[in-house]
Every structure is written in structure tokens, then in C-alpha cells.
DNA sequence: CGCTAGGTTGAATACGCTCAAAGATCGTGG
DNA sequence: CCACGATCTTTGAGCGTATTCAACCTAGCG
């Protein structure tokens, strides 16, 4: 797939979702900023439903995602499929471009997604004058190992009914983090099928697990406009064993841990 | 869990097999080695069955495994546990440890295992000294990612035969890559508890499961010993639709790719 | 207005689970 | 050296969660 790059331009004054993301758990510096920003000159808007990276691609480009969803998935021969991990806005795909340009898994967009696409090179030159920056990139992948690890937990040793509990809560948990959704709904641009796809459920099962959230007063689902309200989010968490510590509090540990993030000077004095 | 730490001396001038790993994807300069040799400064022992890191922990080390294999798991209120991957000899345990002291799943050993232990700093050093043994860190991170795509795959998607199956061939593969096993057979300390908790199975099925794999001529168990022999590696392949590029393969494209790990200079010029 | 993609429901089936009990194997201590 | 307990493996039987198949419904769009 060739994606066509425009300029970015970010809207009315926001930071991108990824600094937004980044600043949340460790508060950056100005210069931080800027220097992030280089990550995101280029853009591209990919439209709903398509594959833009396929398994086997030999791509060495990274991707933030800006406004929309995509997701990571499998495809196997009896034309099942398995959703490894979402993309959500300040999520970055193919975070390995550069040690790994052989794309392992398909990309797709489950809505018009918008990116800014960056060469890995940038990084390289990025964290070397910004040795903080590389730091939170780590955090970041460190993260996203834990996002995926939960995706395990929940395949491998939860019932249809835990499992969309949590993942339901994962997903509006991510979604705050950026503040892109309110106090208990938020916006899913995804299809049962998708769902079915990302639990390991048949389509008529997820339905069935759905409806029997709303039945027991628990989520609400507005069909038109894919919204997704999670009505009791404590007995949610309970009934899902959802830990919510394995996607951020890093904020807290800068004193108990003698190398912290925030002991690192965000300004490296290497001379280039 | 306290540590004992004693100092590390590799057996008969072997190289550690985190060094052979690198080395299989990417041949290492003579340098490169000796500065990789830091991190095997410090190693433990650890018996078999100990749980040694504990989520909730603030760990800020990271460990090699020299010998014997530890896994990673989450365990669920009903008892059950999760297993979310292993880890081999070669493979780093906590390699997001700088970033994350706070550990985000337990680890626990299948067998006395021995380790190195450095603590993340050193990395950053080796790092800014060698940029290319960071992006070969990369590389190793970027593996695991896939290797852990791959668990979701198989418990989503696949049938309990078809897990096994995949399992079985992606625990032989890792083996090989580190040159410790032979032609068709390899030393598994785990139990079929610990493979039912792999595979989100209950122990009833999964020995059923093997016991099936074993009547159709697919693999050989020899109990007290623990080996796993793998009698037709084909057939295995194709009943698992696995597909082995997902763990290596970088090797062939220093040519396709314009910033590959061969352009890289080994050895940076950067200024202290 | 009719087509298509997505959502809903019922019924039969199957894969994998739980419960239960018995066999192996190994380490330990008498 | 054997007996005992602990841990792991094996097997049977009944059950339940989730699947498959099939049909119908609904909303959005040309």
C-alpha cells in the first residue's frame, strides 16, 4: 500500500496524543516538546477498513497514531482471524521499524485513521540528544509488553463474560489516559465481529455476552454511534479482576528508585 | 527475594547465550563482545520452583539467563494461574526494568536457574558507546513482542491439538537458535500443569492432548527425563500453521533495508 | 427500493472442563 | 532397603461453555 504524506498540522493549538501520553506519566520539558514534534512533520490519513501494513511488508517507517483506531491481527487458513493488539491515538505502530522492517503482523484501520509517519533514523537522533526521551520510549514499549501480556491472561484463563468486561475497561482506561473520552462512555469505532475476533469468541457468543452485560445493568451499548457506556465501573473491575496498575504509575516511583526518569537530565551534554 | 550475587565465569570459553543469540542475527565485532561481557559480571543461582520477582515488587535490575528456564504468569483469584511467556537461556528477564522497576507480573523458575544480573545503567553505558548493540537490544525486544503476538494467536485461535503443536515447535526453535539442542529432541523442565497453564487449558485435556500427539506419531515424551522429541517437524509445521519467521530472520536484510544494523558503525564516535 | 453489512436469536453439537479416583515416580526418613 | 508421602500423570464419566449452522432482523446507502 502506498500512503501519500502531507504536512501535519495540529488542531486547534492540542498537543499530539502521544506527548499528551508521555507527559501524563512524567511531565515533560519544553524543548522535550519541540524536539517530539519532529516525530510528527508528516502525516497521512488512511481511510476505514484497510490493511496498510501486511504481514511479510518490508516497511522501515513508525507510525503515530492521531485520531482513529487500528489494530494488529493474524490471519489464519480457515479465514479466522486473531486481533493481537489495538492502536489507539499516541499509540505507536511498528515501534521496531528499524530493527525489524520485516512486518511480523497485518495492520488495519477499523476507521479513517490519521498518522504521522516517521522514519526510525528520527529516533536514533531524537534520543541521543534527548537520552529522557529514549527512556520514555522504553516506558512505552514496557507498556504495551503489559497491555499484551493482560491480552494473554484474558485469552488464555478468562470466561466470554470476564474477558469483555476487561477489555472493555482496558480500552476506556487507554482512552483517558489521552482524554479522548467523558466520565463512563467513550467512542468504539469497532464491529462485534472485531470484538469476537479480539476475545477469541464466536461472533454469536460476543453478542450473546453483550447483551447479557446490559441485561445485568453493567455497560450500554448505543448501536448507531458505537458508543460504549460502562454504567458500574467498580463492579466492572471486580467482576473482571482488573488490575489497573500494569498500564501506567510510573509517576510515583521517582523517589524510591535511585535512577529514576526524573534524576536524568532531559538535555544531554554529548557533544554530536 | 534476596539475591545472593556471586561473580560470573563462563564455562568451557563458551560464549553466554544472550552473545550467541545477538551473534546468530547479526555477527558481533570482537568489541562488541567484551562489552557485552559486562553485563555477565554478577550472576545467582536460583532453585528450582522460586518465585523471585513478585508483581508489585520495585525491582531495578534486569537478569540474563545463563541455564534452566523461569516464566512469566499471572495468577487469577479462582487459583488458576496464566503463563505469559518463558524465558530461555539467552533471554532477559525485566529488560524494561529502568523504566518499570515496578514489576507488572511474577517470574518464577521450572528449574534451577542460573542468571546474570546487571543493573539498567550499565545499559545506558553500553549503549552510548555501542548505538548498535542498542539497536540489536531493539531487535531482541522486537522478537519478543512477536513471540508473544504468537501466544495470543494460539490461545485465541487455535484448537487445543493445533496449541500444543505451536508451542512445542516454538520452544524447540528458541532452543536451537542458542545451539542447546539436538537434531529433533530437547530438554523440557516443565510439567503438564505448567503446559495447561501455557495454554489455557486444564491439565486433564492438555495430557490428553499429548497423549493424542503422541499416538499420531507427531512426538515422543519420555517422562522421567523430561525430553521432548519431535518425530515429524513437517507435519508439526503445517497441523500448527506455524510459520518461523517471526523469530529471526533479520539477517537477510542488510540489503533491502537503507539503515540496517550492518550500516551501523559498531563502535560510536560520540564524545564522553 | 433493494442491496449489503452488521446485529440478533434459536437449536444442535462439540470441545474442553470438572470431579473423582487410581497409577507412577521420586525423595526422605525410619 | 523399604515404606510413606508428595507430586505428577493418567483415565473415565458427566457436564457446561462456547461453537456452528441457519434464519431473520435492522440500519445505512446507492
Known amino acids: 500500500m502506498k500512503i501519500k504524506l502531507i504536512s501535519y498540522q495540529s488542531p486547534n493549538d492540542e498537543f499530539p496524543p502521544l506527548i499528551k501520553k508521555l507527559n501524563y506519566i512524567q511531565p515533560l520539558a519544553e524543548e522535550e516538546i519541540v524536539a517530539l514534534m519532529k516525530l510528527h512533520e508528516y502525516s497521512a490519513v488512511i481511510d476505514e477498513g484497510t490493511v496498510f501494513l501486511e504481514q511479510g511488508d518490508i516497511r522501515d517507517r513508525s507510525f503515530i497514531v492521531m485520531e482513529g483506531w487500528a489494530y494488529r491481527y493474524s490471519s489464519l487458513e480457515n479465514g479466522n482471524q486473531q486481533v493481537i493488539n489495538y492502536y489507539l491515538p499516541g499509540d505507536v505502530i511498528s515501534p521496531f521499524a528499524l530493527v525489524m522492517p520485516k512486518v511480523t503482523y497485518s495492520v ?11 522514519e526510525p533514523d528520527c529516533l536514533i537522533k531524537l534520543f541521543s540528544e534527548y537520552p529522557r526521551l529514549a527512556l520514555l520510549y522504553g516506558w512505552m514499549l514496557g507498556r504495551e509488553d503489559s497491555s499484551m501480556a493482560e491480552q494473554v491472561v484474558r485469552l488464555g484463563r478468562r470466561s466470554a463474560f470476564k474477558r469483555t468486561a476487561h477489555l472493555l475497561l482496558e480500552l476506556f482506561h487507554r482512552l483517558k489516559v489521552i482524554g479522548i473520552n467523558d466520565e463512563n462512555f ?19 457468543h460476543i453478542n450473546r455476552t453483550l447483551k447479557k452485560l446490559q441485561k445485568e445493568g453493567l455497560i450500554n451499548l448505543s448501536k448507531q454511534k458505537k458508543e460504549i457506556c460502562l454504567l458500574d465501573i467498580e463492579k466492572l473491575k471486580q467482576i473482571a479482576e482488573y488490575r489497573i496498575y500494569y498500564l ?14 526524573a534524576d536524568i537530565p532531559s538535555r544531554s551534554n554529548v557533544m554530536q
Open 186 to 204: 467513550f467512542h468504539a469505532p469497532i464491529t462485534q465481529q472485531l470484538l469476537a475476533d479480539t476475545l477469541g469468541l464466536s461472533i454469536v
Open 108 to 118: 488495519a484501520t477499523t476507521s479513517k485513521l490519521q498518522v504521522c509517519v516517521f
Open 248 to 261: 501506567d504509575e510510573i509517576k510515583n516511583l521517582n523517589t524510591t528508585n535511585k535512577s529514576s526518569l
